[in-house]
């Protein structure tokens, strides 16, 4: 007799403290970019000498590779990279300064999921289904003016 009332008086317990609310705190606020403050002209001034001296050092760290290059060519002959040709003297065309390229990120795969990939860009499943591993991928959930790619893992 005992036991009929304590079960059902077990669950309702339970289901009352199932339903309590979760607090959950709210959410940040888009920052706004229009709410920034201007720089002070003092502030610009430092912006643009921090620009100028990064210039100096970039142009100072490329000078010393294109002073070398010759140096190891003056006696050596060298194969031309794929994709070059010469401009018709026998000479090479003018070299153009190796541009910094950036780190590709690698998107995650879904546990449990073949195919299946986090974008690294906003952790949003993307089917990767049919793509060899390694290839280049554009992300897209964003459009193509924005050049958002990835790495199939």
Known sequence: MNLRLILPAAAAVLL?????????????APTDPSGRKAPTPEEQEKIRQQRE??????????????DTKPEGESG?????????????????????PAAPQKEIPVARPVPGKPGMVFSPFNN????????????????????ASEKKHFRVP
């Open 124 to 143: 949003k499943v993307i089917d990767v289904k049919g793509i060899p591993s390694g290839r280049l991928v554009a992300d897209p959930t964003y459009p």
């Open 76 to 96: 050596a002959i060298t194969e031309q990279p794929k994709g070059e040709g010469s401009n018709g003297d026998g000479g090479s065309a003018p070299e153009k």
């Open 53 to 66: 001296e990064q210039k100096k050092k970039d142009e100072a760290n490329q000078t010393p590779d294109r």
């Open 16 to 28: 009352a403290a199932s339903c309590t609310p979760y607090v959950e705190p709210p959410p940040e």
